[in-house]
């Protein structure tokens, strides 16, 4: 919290509210365990920051902010223009280009640029259909809009661990990319079901149950099925990818397992979402974390 009030991110009590109900500061502590203190603490700050913006750019985007915030991370500084609530940004690109590569540094905010694209690709699917878009056409979309490759890249400075730039390229691995952003789809848009209610915002369960004339408990039903396939189907990508690549590709898979892990323990804790849901025609749906961290 202490990040967000120095950079007077808090433009509302209501955002202060959220923030503190949502604990960003557990993401990298649950996502990147055994990355040492100093990166943990830096990933926490670039939690905060990032999800007080996807906040406050949800359904509408970025705007004029864009090109400050990848300006700082690129650390481009005779070209930083003075826009507001960018300050954050800049120095998080200092503290990230610390021990990184100056390709790493350039292709972590190419990964935040089209996460910001995806927000502005999210905001123009939400006004052409609502809280309940086309299954498929709200999937391709919040799969990327849901912040994994930005999580993951996050988790190489976090490790000070690079991705080989032939692993980062392989169609495989771009694949696995693809399956772990449509699992952390399902997992947040399960724990958000309320909240996104509330909202009057989209989520899987609501585009499904369109789509099917069905309940919301029978949707969340068939979402853990196509959840089981496309882990299944990752499990394979991996065996595929670290049978080329060797250790470097299973430092990553093993980096991603921890990483959904733990945002999925995240997601079940805080109070920014909940365990359990009253739908609409008075069914109960509770959610249960089996297993434990691999």
Known sequence: MEWAERFQLFTTPELRDRASAAEYGRIPVYGYPGAPAEQTYTAARFMMSW???????????????TESILNGLRQLEDLLPTAPRCADWRTLGMLLAEGMSLAWVERNADVFAAWIGSVRDEAALF???????????????????????????LGEYAYRREVPTRLQHDPH???????????????????????????????????????????????????????????????????QVCDRYGDPAEQWFTDQHHL?????????QVGRYQRTHQTPDGETITLHVKGTRT
Request: hydrophobic share 45%.
């Open 51 to 65: 999800f007080l913006l996807d906040d406050s750019i949800e359904g509408v985007g970025a705007g004029a902010r």
């Open 127 to 153: 006004r052409c259909h609502g809280p309940t878009p086309p299954l498929r056409a709200y999937l391709d979309v919040r799969s990327h809009t849901v912040g994994m490759d930005v999580s993951s890249a």
């Open 173 to 239: 691995k771009g694949e696995a990319a693809r399956l772990i952003g449509l699992l952390q789809t399902i997992d947040n848009d399960l724990h958000g079901l309320t909240k996104d209610h509330k909202a009057g915002w989209h989520n899987a369960v609501f585009a499904l149950a369109a789509e099917h004339n069905t309940t919301w408990a029978a949707a969340c039903a068939k979402l853990l099925a196509l959840r089981d396939a496309w882990l299944s189907r990752l499990l394979e990508v991996e065996a």
């Open 260 to 268: 959904m892990t733990g945002l999925l323990l995240w997601q079940h």
